[in-house]
């Protein structure tokens, strides 16, 4: 069965550094999503993709984070200048069409460790 | 605002017993809800829905309009069934709002 599969499963990294965090979604789906898990907290959208344009971001995704889709397989998180509260696990989800009858498969996660 | 709250961070029960994960939710138009289960070391992966009115794993929830509630249900708890549960919604966009989760343990 085909699954999202995310790289890396864990990333330290230092405040101030810039990190990218990569998804492969299944093949066939058009959208794409982003959420984060700060520790002890609720899971959180962060950004919804579709067509190579986001289509919706909360107030979490400022100018900090980016988002892209660089080839026809990985889409990618960047988060420009890591802060400590950037501290969380990322989970990247893809669908593969809009609207509730289709269910966001969700990857594994990237635990991203800001020092 | 769009809330989803669970009130329970963990609930736990012996194999065998009832079992019923609270779930409400604040939306002020039509939602749709969702279950989510993360089992140790696996990624999050949806349970059911509420459109589907279907029973999973033995599982079902119902959706209460007047109450807010979406509360997941199953009569017999099974060991395999510990796991973290999330309840979420929908609005009229695609993205999912979670509330903070329910560790489900079961003893046997």
């Known amino acids: 069965e085909p699954e999202v599969t995310q790289t890396p499963s864990h990333q330290v990294t230092q405040m101030g550094q810039e990190v990218i965090l990569r998804c492969v979604p299944i093949?066939?789906?058009?959208?794409f999503y982003w959420y984060r898990q700060i520790l002890g907290q609720k899971v959180e959208f962060l950004v919804s993709f579709y067509n190579n344009e986001i289509s919706e971001k909360s107030e979490i995704f400022d100018d900090q984070f980016s988002v892209e889709r660089p080839d026809g397989s990985n889409f990618t998180l960047k988060i420009r200048s890591t802060k400590l509260e950037d501290s969380a696990m990322y989970f990247c989800?893809?669908?593969?069409?809009?609207?509730?009858?289709?269910?966001?498969?969700f990857g594994p996660g990237t635990r991203l460790t800001v020092t | 605002a769009q809330r989803v709250t669970q009130p329970e961070k963990l609930l736990s029960v012996f194999k065998g017993a009832p079992v019923e994960l609270k779930c409400n939710y604040s939306y002020s138009g039509s939602p749709e809800l969702f279950w989510y289960v993360q089992y140790s070391r696996q990624r999050l992966q949806l349970l059911l829905r509420h459109i589907s009115r279907e029973s999973i794993k033995g599982f079902t929830a119902d959706l209460n309009k007047g109450e807010t509630s979406f509360h997941l249900k199953k009569p017999f708890a099974q060991e395999e069934d510990s796991a973290m549960y999330y309840c979420?919604?929908?609005?009229?966009?695609?993205?999912?709002?979670f509330g903070t989760g329910t560790r489900l343990q079961v003893f046997p």
């Open positions: 093949s066939n789906h058009l959208y």
């Open positions: 979420a919604l929908s609005s009229n966009t695609d993205k999912l709002i």
């Open positions: 989800a893809s669908s593969g069409g809009r609207g509730h009858s289709y269910e966001q498969y």
